[in-house]
DNA sequence: CGATTGTTTGATCTCTCTCAATGGGCGTGG
DNA sequence: CCACGCCCATTGAGAGAGATCAAACAATCG
């Protein structure tokens, strides 16, 4: 860990985030109280610097929360990346799940009292960060409906998809999206094993709605294709599937 | 719909929630700007007055999130009771899923502008907001855990003793608790067949870790067996289970 | 009181997990 | 810079948990 020099961050650029939002005095109180830590892969974030949890802020890489079952179950139910605020503050007590590093990360810790303190004086972002915590609750929402009633072949449809909206894009041209973790994390992600998510990979692709290529990257082909397959439309066959 | 009184309103008692904190004057403010609508049991609520979603409010009942595939299949991802608040702003684009009463129940529907007007002038009232959605990403989380890579029993344990906690119980003590929906409900929510659900229920009974009474009521008989189970330790089997 | 909705039990099927083994890629350390 | 080792990805064969189907019963609502 080391001490955060807000004025150097590279959030501050985009007016639109919270950190965007602060004056600069602000951005000073911030830095007194804050620290950036630099994790590596699979390294795990203590987000207590005290009892009453803090906020985490990413500022590179991904981040997501795990929960870990008794016997070595586990499953990652949200990820995080650049922008993103994970606001843990009163989150110590009663709270399974943790923060680790899905990839190489760079994430920017804030203590409980300045965060809140700065909100009591700025509007703006005190509705930035509600802002953000909707968006936050729609998407488990969308996740949650994903780890529901839906097959291997449709949850992976929905991620895809997933990535395809966080990533900014909108229309309906061919996309390349960066798979944004490891497989074995998303599987985590998606609750099934890192097997299936390899063997539905290849069915989307056997079914020419994406193309994968080196370094994570997917293309999706046929966006309107793979929106009915997550919603649930064609099932899992590949050349005409039988329905009841 | 009915045109709102909140001075009437039974929610205003509690200090602690976002209507207890509207000064007099907010209250008219927001009374002007919104509606209650009593609901059936599966009768569905349209979040939008206009195009840009709404703050919904629950006055009495359960209501629920939920998201329909196109074969049929459900998916309850959320579900909010007394005083919970379904923030709908500008989740009206991409939302796929939408709200259902899960038992007769009475909500408050506040528009956008209204809302935000008086968040505006009321720093508590926008605290009160954010520590409410804080803690539904918080259940969320919990949730996604639940239906990630848990069984079916273990499943339903987590679930009791979500509602044990929701219920405002702390301690160990047997605690009678209300299951807030019907079964076939339940089975949504949790991602599994209402079958299965049933089943699951009489293995909790005859490991005489719960026990069920009329009028979805369940007793809580062994507290810390139950958050065992839910966190994966002693497997589904009743009597010794084979562990590898 | 009738009709619809919800709950429970039993038998069978299937999708996904599990287990096992191989190959590739990346980071680490020499 | 190269070689080693670990982690990750992929493929195949087999097993099991829960879904599905079917049917009877209970409860709720109008």
Redesign the interface.
Known sequence: MSVCNCKSCPLIDNGDSLCGRLTSKQLQEISRHSGTFALKRRATLDPMPSEEGAVIIVIDGVVG?Q?T???G???I??YYTRGDIV?L???AT????HLIALTRAQVCRVETAAFQSV??SN?EA??A???K??E???L??????D????QSI?RLASFLLECH?RSGYNDSKPAKIAIPMPRISLA?YM?LQPETVSRCMRQLEDMKLIETSAGNLVTIRDLVRLK?LA???S?PGLNGAIER
Chains 1, 2 share one sequence.
């Open positions: 929360t929960n079952l008794t016997d179950r586990q499953t139910t949200a606001d503050r009163g989150a009663h709270m399974h799940a909100l009591e509007h005190c509705f960060l509600t802002s915590l909707r936050q609750i729609s488990m929402g969308e996740h949650a409906a780890l529901g009633k839906k449709e909206i985590d609750a009915e919603a649930g439309g099932k």
